[in-house]
C-alpha cells in the first residue's frame, strides 16, 4: 500500500475539518488545519515543505486563539458588554448550531443579551452587548478565517514556488 495516497487522504480531510473547525465551536480549527497541512508535507516526505514552513504554519496556527479572544473582547467592549454577555454569545452560538443558519445567526446574540439581563441590565443596555458580543465573535471568526488562508496560502507557496525549509 502507498502511504502517500493515504497521507494526502488524511490531508484533505483533517484541512476540511480544520476549517469547519474556525467556523464551528465544537472543533479545534487551527490544531485539525495544521496537522492537515503537515500530513500533506509527510505525505511528500517533506522535500517541498519542510521544517520551517511548518515553523510559520504552527505559529499562524497558534495565533488562531489570541487573535480571536481578543477580536471578541474588542467587540465586545467597545459596546459596554461585560465578560458575562461574551461567555453568554459563546454559548448562544453553540446552541445556535442545532438551530441551523437563524441560530447561528441568533444564538450570540441572544446568548449575551439573556447573560446581560442576568446582571439586572435594562434592555437597551443588554441589546447593545448582544450587539457588540455577537459583532466581536464575527469579527474573531473572520480573523481566524483570514490566519487560515494565509497558512493554506502560505503551504502552496512553499510547495510550488519555493524550497523546504
Not at 503537515?38 to 511528500?44: I, L, N, P
Not at 453568554?88 to 439581563?117: K, R, T, Y
Not at 493554506?152 to 525549509?165: E, P, Q, T
Amino acid at each position: 500500500m502507498d502511504w502517500s495516497v493515504l497521507l494526502w487522504v488524511l490531508a484533505v480531510l483533517l484541512v476540511a475539518a480544520g476549517i469547519a473547525g474556525l467556523l464551528l465551536p465544537v472543533l479545534p480549527g487551527a490544531p485539525l488545519l495544521f496537522a492537515g497541512l503537515v500530513c500533506a508535507a509527510w505525505a511528500e516526505d517533506f522535500a517541498y515543505v519542510g521544517a520551517g514552513w511548518l515553523a510559520v504554519l504552527g505559529v499562524l496556527a497558534a495565533l488562531t486563539y489570541p487573535v480571536d479572544l481578543a477580536a471578541g473582547a474588542v467587540g465586545a467592549r467597545r459596546f459596554g458588554a461585560s465578560g458575562r454577555a461574551v461567555v453568554g454569545a459563546a454559548l448562544g452560538a453553540l446552541v445556535g448550531l442545532f438551530f441551523g443558519l437563524p441560530g447561528i445567526l441568533l444564538g450570540p446574540f441572544i446568548g449575551a443579551v439573556l447573560a446581560e439581563l442576568s446582571q439586572r441590565r435594562d434592555l437597551r443596555q443588554a441589546g447593545r452587548s448582544g450587539l457588540g458580543a455577537t459583532l466581536g465573535l464575527v469579527l474573531g471568526v473572520a480573523t481566524k478565517l483570514a490566519l487560515a488562508f494565509a497558512m493554506l496560502g502560505i503551504f502552496a507557496f512553499a510547495r510550488f514556488m519555493g524550497s523546504a525549509g
